[in-house]
Each structure stands twice: as C-alpha cells, then as structure tokens.
C-alpha cells in the first residue's frame, strides 16, 4: 500500500468510489485506491477508537481495523488489484460508446495470456514478495507458510489437512484467477467471437478496411438452419458486390464513421447517467441493473401490459 505524491500539479483522482454495475464504476479503481490509502484509512480508524461517542462506534472501527491488519486482507487486496488491472483495459474498451470490435477481441487474448502468466511459479514468487514487503511496512503479521492452514471461522482443533503455502497458493491464488479465466472463456466462447470478428469486418472506418468476406460467411455456418447452400453462394456474391459499391461507387459512404445511430447511444448516455446522479444512492446494483433496462428501451417495454408483469412476478420460483 504505497504512498501519494502531493503537490501542485499532480491532479490525482484518489477518492474511494464504491464500484457499480456502470461505466464510471470501476472495482480496479477502488481497489487501487484502497491500497494507496491503506495508511491513511487505518489512522482515521485509530482516531475513530479513540474519540467515539458510543461503544457501537468504537466496537465498529476497532472490528475493521482487526479485519484489515490481516495477512488474508492485504493478499486479497493486492490480487485483486493484480487481477482486475489485467482486465481494466478490456473493461473500459467494452464500455466505450463507440466500440472497436477488433481491438476488443485483441485485449481479450491478452488478457487469457497475462493470466496464464500470472498463475505461473515465477510471477507467484515476485507477488508473495510484494504482499509481504507490505506486511511489514504496516507490521501485519505474516505466517510461516509451512503451518497447517486453520480457518479462522473454525476451532484450532480442527486445522485443514493442508498448509498454508497450499491455501493460499491453490485454494486462493489460482482459484481466484480460474475463475476469471473461466468468465472470459464463457462470455467470448467461440461462437461469440466468431461472430464479433465478423460484426467487426462491417466497420466503415478507413473505407471498410477491416472487410473480410471470409470472416463474414464464417457467421454464416453458425446458423445452418438460416442459410442453405444457395443463400450462402448468393451472400457471398452480395457481398462481394457491397463492398466495391460502398468503397467506390457510392459516395455517400466516403464519410460514413459508424452503423449505430448516435442520438439514441446519447440518449442511452443520458439516461445512465440521470440514473446515477437521481437515483443511485437509493438501490443495490441487481435493482440499479434491472431498472435500466426498461428505462432505456422504452419503445420495447411500452406494450408491456402490467397484468403480464404481475404474471412474471408469480411465476418466479422463492428464492
């Protein structure tokens, strides 16, 4: 948890945001924040213990400060902070209003690679270092790694049947970057990116200089029940046909920067963000999520009747 540099000049955006499920919420950046501050926040809790008006107060902060001066804590901090600023760049790229499709696809292999680097014996080794230098600065106890791992939830008497070293290094370390792994395997399987790939080769950026029929009747075969063999040979000459049309002959094209329709992304904007400043600190993000849904695509939910709201509502199963 490191120190901040402090004068003129030096506009530093420090402030522990709580992350959100929307673009300006960022769970890398309040992590990082988090570790920059560590010092800081622990020295306002000290004060908080000492000046408190009530127990409540003083049993609160005393708990986080416990909590927090936790080898488990600054491990989890700084792989997370490891983790998420692999993913950051992918994240903002996805959340960007005009997507690059290609690039986005680029940044999802690097990220699958710098984890797998991550996960290796060297990088574990240099990561151990970094958390117990921490440690240290902040005289957080680091245990000895070939000790029986105890959960602290759990009696002594009843220790795992495995170290700490194990603990951390599989149970925590390599399950938390699997995971990651898994997500971005699931969410950019190889359908999606085939047909991301082939969205991508439609970008009139530079006169459609990503245009590729090949990669375009590739979306085809993921669909045979859409396209027989002669749509696909009509398509393919269709398309062949497209491109010299809206490189060479149309000019209306000469210009052309995007497929979307600007107003509505703008308007979409708009609306996110009059969600964050009306609304945001009255709901959780799964409310947050579910609201702006309808709240952007009006034209869609306006014929949705409140009767088969109700019904939805009643079909659920309990939780």
């Known amino acids: 948890m490191g120190e901040l540099k402090t004068g003129r000049g030096l506009h530093q955006e420090v402030d522990i945001s709580r992350a959100c499920n929307t673009r300006w919420g960022s769970h890398f950046k309040s992590f990082n924040c988090f570790i920059l501050k560590f010092g800081t926040i622990m020295d306002i809790l000290d004060n908080i213990v000492e000046t408190a008006h009530s127990m409540d107060e003083r049993s609160r902060a005393t708990g986080y ?38 690039n986005a696809m680029l940044l999802v292999k690097v990220a699958k690679r710098r984890l797998q680097e991550l996960r290796e014996n060297e990088r574990w080794d ?6 117990s230098a921490v440690c240290i600065k902040y005289n957080i106890v680091v245990p000895n790694f070939d000790e029986p791992y105890v959960n602290s939830g759990r009696s002594r008497r009843k220790s795992a049947d495995y170290t700490i070293f194990h603990h951390y290094r599989v149970e925590v370390f390599c399950k938390v970057i699997d995971w990651q792994l898994q997500e971005l395997n ?22 459609f200089s990503s245009f590729d029929i090949q990669k375009i009747m590739r979306m085809t075969e993921l669909y045979p029940d859409d396209f027989d063999e002669l749509s696909m040979c009509a398509l393919e ?40 400043n009306e609304l945001r600190s009255r709901m959780n993000d799964d409310f947050l999520s579910g609201y702006m849904v309808p709240f952007m695509e009006k034209d869609v939910f306006k014929d949705v009747s409140m009767d088969d709201i109700i019904l939805s509502f009643q079909a659920m199963k309990p939780r």
């Open 65 to 102: 400060i416990r909590i927090a001066q936790t080898y488990e804590v600054a491990f989890m901090l700084h792989l997370m902070k490891e983790v998420l600023g692999i993913t950051n760049d992918l994240s903002t790229c996805l959340q960007k209003k005009e997507q690059d499709i290609a």
């Open 126 to 131: 240099l990561f151990v270092v970094e958390v």
């Open 186 to 207: 699931d969410r950019f399987d190889e359908v999606t990116t085939e047909l991301l790939y082939g969205v991508a080769c439609l970008n009139p950026v530079d006169s």
């Open 237 to 276: 000459n269709q398309l062949a046909n497209y491109i010299i049309d809206v490189r060479d002959i149309d000019k209306r094209f000469s210009d052309l920067h995007g497929l979307f329709a600007t107003a509505s992304v703008e308007r979409a904007f708009s609306g996110m963000k009059f969600i964050k």
